[in-house]
C-alpha cells in the first residue's frame, strides 16, 4: 500500500515562508495527478493545489493562497512539495498531501498522507 508522508510544517510568523514536502513510498508517476489539501480548526477542508504529475502543470484553487503557494514535484525523489510565501494568521491547519487522478477535469484523491501542522502567528 502507497504511502504518503508529509514533512515541513511548523511555527512561523505571519510574512514568513515555509515549504511542505510529502514524500511518497513509490514512483509518483503511478498516479495521473496529486495534490494539497489543508484543514483549518473548526473548518472544512479545502483543496489549496494540484499537479498534473505527467506534465509537471500545477494549478492552485485556493483563491487566497494565489501569487502566494505555489506546489511541484520531483519525480527523481518521489516527493512533491508546497512552497509557501508571505504566509498569514488564516493559512493556519492541519496540510495534506494526496495522490489520485483528474476524473472529468476534477480532481479525485486515492491516497492522502497523515498531515502536518502549520500555525502562522501575527
Known amino acids: 500500500q502507497v504511502q504518503l508522508v508529509e514533512s515541513g510544517g511548523g511555527s512561523v510568523q505571519a510574512g514568513g515562508s515555509l515549504r511542505l514536502s510529502c514524500a511518497v513510498s513509490?514512483?509518483?508517476?503511478?498516479?495521473?495527478?496529486m495534490a494539497w489539501y489543508r484543514q483549518p480548526p473548526g473548518k472544512q477542508r479545502e483543496l489549496v493545489a494540484t499537479?498534473?504529475?505527467?506534465?509537471?502543470?500545477?494549478?492552485v484553487y485556493a483563491e487566497s493562497v494565489k501569487g502566494r503557494f505555489t506546489m511541484s514535484g520531483d519525480g527523481a525523489k518521489n516527493t512533491v512539495y508546497l512552497q509557501m510565501n508571505s504566509l498569514e494568521p488564516d493559512d493556519t491547519g492541519v496540510y495534506y498531501c494526496?495522490?489520485?487522478?483528474?476524473?472529468?477535469?476534477?480532481?479525485?484523491?486515492?491516497?492522502r498522507g497523515q498531515g502536518t501542522q502549520v500555525t502562522v502567528s501575527e
Open positions: 494526496s495522490g489520485g487522478r483528474y476524473i472529468a477535469g476534477n480532481y479525485k484523491s486515492e491516497h
Open positions: 499537479i498534473h504529475i505527467p506534465s509537471g502543470r500545477s494549478t
Open positions: 513509490r514512483n509518483i508517476y503511478s498516479f495521473n495527478a
